[in-house]
């Protein structure tokens, strides 16, 4: 059975860091590009990163360009994202995701993880 299981995600101030997991089952993750939604209450889901399955290349929103790092282990089948400087406009529903390759929009993608909650508090 294909999965994709988030973890990782909290409350924190803003300011602070977290770091997002995301465990693949089910297939190899690596084979796929890797990426990284959110959405927040009211709002549209957002991307906000990919890891590219060619060559590594990674890409991200413009609003967590510089704060966010992703990156992959796939001895473990897993994908992360490193948050630090967290902001309150940050608080969402995370998401990883598997697609054949980067793409901004979430049709993109053929798998989907249940989401974890990130809230930074001001």
């Known amino acids: 059975e294909v999965q994709l299981v988030e973890s990782g995600g909290g409350l924190v101030r803003a300011g602070g860091s977290l770091r997002l997991s995301c465990a693949a089952s089910?297939?190899?993750?690596?084979?796929?590009?890797r990426g990284w939604f959110r959405q927040a209450p009211g709002k549209e889901r957002e991307w906000v990163s990919c890891?590219?399955?060619?060559?590594?290349?990674?890409y991200y929103a413009d609003s967590v360009k510089g704060r966010f790092t992703i990156s992959s282990d796939n001895a473990k089948n897993t994908a992360y994202l490193q948050m630090n400087s967290l902001k309150p406009e940050d608080t969402a529903v995370y998401y990883c995701?598997?697609?054949?390759?980067?793409?901004?929009?979430?049709?993109?993608?053929?798998?989907w993880g249940q989401g974890t909650q990130v809230t930074v508090s001001s």
């Open positions: 890891i590219s399955s060619s060559d590594g290349t990674t």
């Open positions: 089910g297939f190899t993750f690596d084979d796929y590009a």
């Open positions: 995701a598997a697609g054949s390759k980067c793409s901004w929009y979430s049709d993109g993608y053929h798998y």
